[in-house]
């Protein structure tokens, strides 16, 4: 197949050479065109601009957006609009909101353009490799796009998850439980750490890797993680989020899910973020009023 | 009635005053002498030692302990017991743990004497003013001491709540609502903080006071703190805590009570105390390992 | 003054024998003609049309709105918004999202008309006797309505919060405080119940109402609840919700504020609302395929 | 090596022909004398008392518990003691509470006795076909048992972690994380089974298990479950546990670190045992007291 990418940072980047692997030709655009530069130099044939893009893979075409959900893929889509026909496919394999994918199917559909929401797991190496893909759209119109899924994919790394909006919504329940999983595995060594005892962490994670029932690629990360920064000294716990743990617990408010554990997670992260809470310092001020206990000081 | 009462801080000085408006006699001890020195001019009858204080008591003797809950009760309690004759009356006015409580009530037994716990709520301005008193005990003990508590709280403002253990305990799940509804309050102002409105955090705290669901002594004090420093800017929001809150929890698990809020406002007070955490650590090395996500270097 | 007050629900209904109370002449609609006949024989003037209604008034006109958040309201501002001239002021003293609130804000300016966000709290009783108003809205403007708040509410118990929004901001956040200190309320007693004492919850309630750090008009209706049901055998524990609290953590995750306790109180009362559960479902699989722990089998 | 087994349940049984398989000679006691004769149907020696177990292993014996944790493996641990001598070591394979096992470690070397706290992963499976050990005690005698576990464990499945108590503090940090994991995954699929989209969980739970950063064992199980009940349509969501989470979050609280995603995943394990809260009738009463929410009537 023929796939026009729109997108080369980490992830769009070994998509290309992923592709590449298994025959299909890629013709790819970034704003940044030294990335386009660098892609060509493994065989991607370059664009200098999504019309260019376009005009370089034969009809229908496929082309396939790899750049931050939001108001990027926003601008993507509304400039891609008049440059594609009837029968053209787009996919769209970053982490965009389930709802905007809805509504860019039906934009799409009025145009007569196929419309996946294909979300990517894996990370950086999967999509090197052999990412996992979940993919959103018509059922009839995925056949068609369903080799290039069983190229790049692991084995049994994909799947046609239904309508539109199942691929990313999909997806975004995967970060979340990801988040869940993430938090009790950091707070499960956070206890060893304050614990009476001693333990060499690398080994504790490889030792779980190995017939535990917590056995995970997570836990293996972890092992790695630990081989290089034994007490992880170097990292402050600061934990960042892109939208999809938000946007989980949306939807667990929208459909009245009790969600704790991955709420939790999700506001720790942002708990993370701060050096002082205003909760902090009204509890603090409430403790100082009628017990008289002493405040810190703020250094502000 | 005469009170022996051992422990002179914010606490049982104010207390100490409380007795003597009401017109009790009362015989204090504290290790810190200037403490005691500093009662007796306002009417106490300063002791030397424990033994000192229960020789200035009549008989059957009345002992309040006002002291740090945990060894130190656990100290004046064993120094105590040899002192003592059957008949006397002890309470422990401190913040223990109704377990310890438990078993101080039946070593007291096994002498003849006669063991309350006693929760004492209302902060400073409570125990000098009227407080709110839980006690248990023996029930027809209990019928001796009871002017004591109408005069020293307020109108209402004790309750013999039962068998030995249940004074504490109850003060004990008093501090953990008292801790869910700080942070319920906290968490409050911190929306309202991050807000796109700017609201005048004492007139807000005014308002919600007169007349509104929420209004409460814990709104009062917080209108009386941002009467003092608006934004808080001087206080950090660490927040420390005594035992009580800890074992409300640990009494929700041993009874398997779902007591999210509460088990949360703890958790985040712990959280408060620390500048980073490991969990942090951990979720931001997995996010590097499987993401590339850049993690923030640490300064240590 | 003269009011146009549109829906005679409980709070409406008191809201308007309040205004009465005060001297202002109150013309009232509902699709409910049975509770504007009623109203009428309290000193109402009664309409039979929300066009009726706006006949009635002088101009300009003060009409307010007190109906269900959502579509109702929606479709009585689309219904007015014709009716009305400029000069003329709307209040919202709904439950109305604040997002909806600036919405209607600008879309009554392009009229001319003047709308002001209004939240209310203290219950239908302080709707009746002097409730808790926080009025969002053009400065300027409120001060001609103020005069009003100072009748209907209690004493010190209305506040200007500054622009359009920003009043029914604060009444969200206040809710989702009050589900914080409820759930902490509710989450205290549930540990008493299920421990080895044997408490009086009314006499629990009345002592921590008086002199205790915890004192608050929920606990006094906590007290007065208790003294018809005393272990609120005929209650069943299902937590209903109407908006605010959900909109309250939707905040907090949109400004990225860490709200454990008011997110976990919102979320125990989805899980009350449901018999079982399918995270426990997973939960209990997974136990059965690693472990062999027998499930209990569903009676569906 | 010749091992005294202590145990024939579900692990025990499995443990048995797991040495059997690599040569070991098993010598097994249990008080169920038929899971004795069934055990010897594969080659272990029965035993009809821990003193017949003792005299059939040669010196220094080692003797496996294999017991449910607490009052039972108290109980085999005090009739052992004056079985045993110098020399012998013990190893308790149980889910033992860490604190217990320090003091078994204590009591068991004042009789020259060596015990080790071993903590077992890997589920029924693991315990047959090699599981996951975490192994603490004295490093230098645990030299002796090593060859033992080298061959009873996964590759790389056995760990050496300290000192005593190490083990089994380590496997209820491993049970903590897993209580936290296998509730992200159990909330994961209670939003997709609440959400618009219709999803087939078996396929979902496959893809995952492929590619994605979510794989792990326990989703392989869940792929497992979901291939024999479609929606768990047979499975009441009761979450059962044994202590180690609990456990888990007692220690997160007596180090103060805050652990809210695995205290949460206990919590709601607890409300699952339960058909309806008093923490929810509160809040159900209080909705009715300020607002005249209707209550639903209990049916007792």
Redo the contacts between chains.
């Keep these: 197949m023929n796939i026009g990418l729109v997108g080369l940072g ?1 992830m769009g980047f070994n998509l290309a050479l992923n592709m590449l692997d298994h025959g299909h030709g890629v013709v790819a655009y970034d704003t940044n065109q030294n990335a386009v530069k660098k892609s060509t130099e493994h065989g991607v044939v370059g664009a200098t601009s999504l019309a260019d893009l376009v005009d370089k893979l034969p009809a229908p075409r496929l082309v396939w957006l790899m750049v931050p959900a939001g108001k990027i893929t926003d601008l993507v889509v509304n400039e891609l609009k008049p440059l594609l026909a009837a029968g053209d496919r787009v996919i769209d394999g970053g982490n965009s909101n389930y709802k905007d994918s809805l509504s860019r199917y039906e934009a799409f559909a009025d145009l007569g353009v196929h419309f996946f929401d294909v979300g990517t ?6 999509s090197r490799e ?5 993919i959103g759209g018509d059922a009839e119109e995925f056949k068609a796009i369903e080799p290039l899924f069983a190229d790049i ?7 046609y ?3 539109a ?2 691929g990313h ?2 997806k975004m ?23 009476p ?3 060499d962490y690398e ?2 994670a ?14 293996e ?2 092992e ?2 630990f081989s290089k ?1 034994p007490h ?9 989020s892109s939208g999809e743990g ?1 946007w ?6 929208d ?39 002493a ?6």
Aim: aromatic residues 10%; hydrophobic residues 40%.
């Design positions: 980490k797991s894996g990370g950086t190496s999967g052999g990412g996992c893909f979940m994919s692991v084995e049994n790394g994909y799947l998850t239904g309508k909006g199942s919504f999909l329940v995967h970060n979340g439980i990801e988040y869940g999983m993430m938090a009790a595995i950091g707070e499960g060594f956070d206890i060893l750490e304050k614990s005892f001693d333990y080994k504790v490889k030792v779980w890797n190995n017939g535990s029932v917590i056995r995970s690629w997570l836990m990360l972890m790695n993680a920064d992880l000294d170097d990292i402050r716990g600061v934990m960042n938000k989980t617990v949306e939807s667990a408010l459909f009245e899910v009790p969600a704790p554990v991955i709420a939790l997670s999700l506001m720790m992260r942002y708990r993370s973020q701060e050096n002082d809470t205003f909760t902090g310092k009204v509890v603090a001020a409430l403790r100082n009023e009628f017990g008289g206990h405040t810190v000081k703020s250094h502000s």
